[in-house]
């Protein structure tokens, strides 16, 4: 009797656990077969697997605008990391500050000549480093008032920014320069020695009259002769 006992426990206890694993087979995604009969991956976990190796490999900033990508992009053009450079601003041509008053034998002769060089009354995009002199800089128009020699000129940097009142800029108006025939003033308190391999390119000729005002402020300012 004890042992038909046991032997109906056992029978019980196997068909529960078989139950259970039929349960547990009925309640897992069942796998979908193509038309050869062959298991196809389950869409919603192929789905899930997509996004999660979305969010592993998305960057900050890959949703951002069109100024921030821009912005983005100009810093990688000018990053030292790719090696690339705009002209002026490194090596033996780079486009650097001087103090005007330990020039000597400036003479500010109005000569301008689209030859591919930096003359005297020509305005040329250049490497201009920001006042803070910590290797930063923008490429930008400066005129050409000055030639030291046969392989530099001394050139003023030119902005569009409002400068009305300001002791240290001289209005000079709009040119050919600015692409948006925006006003113009020029800094005369900033002197820059430029090389010809220096200069990305030559933008205006800035008439007579102008060039004359501007080299008469600075002869009156640092006694140069005119």
Known sequence: MTT????????ATTAAKAAERAMGRDSRPTNR????????????????VRGTRRDRTARPGDDAGPST???????????????????GQLGPSATTEVDPRDLDLVHTAYSPDT????????VVWTWV????????????????????DDDTVLALQLSSRDRE????WLPLGAGAWDGEHRPSWVALDRVFLVHPDGMRREAATLDRDRFDRVTHALAGRYRWPE
């Open 4 to 11: 038909l006992r046991t032997i109906l426990r056992d029978l």
């Open 33 to 48: 077969k193509d038309g050869a009969g062959i298991d196809l991956p389950d869409l919603a976990t192929v789905d899930d």
């Open 69 to 87: 990508i821009r912005a983005r992009d100009e810093r990688r053009r000018r990053s030292d990391d790719d090696g690339v450079h705009s002209p």
């Open 115 to 122: 030859d591919g060089d930096p003359d005297p009354g020509e």
């Open 129 to 148: 480093p920001y006042e803070e002199r910590d290797g930063r800089g923008k490429d930008r128009p400066v005129l050409v008032v000055a030639r030291m």
């Open 165 to 168: 009142g300001q002791r240290d």
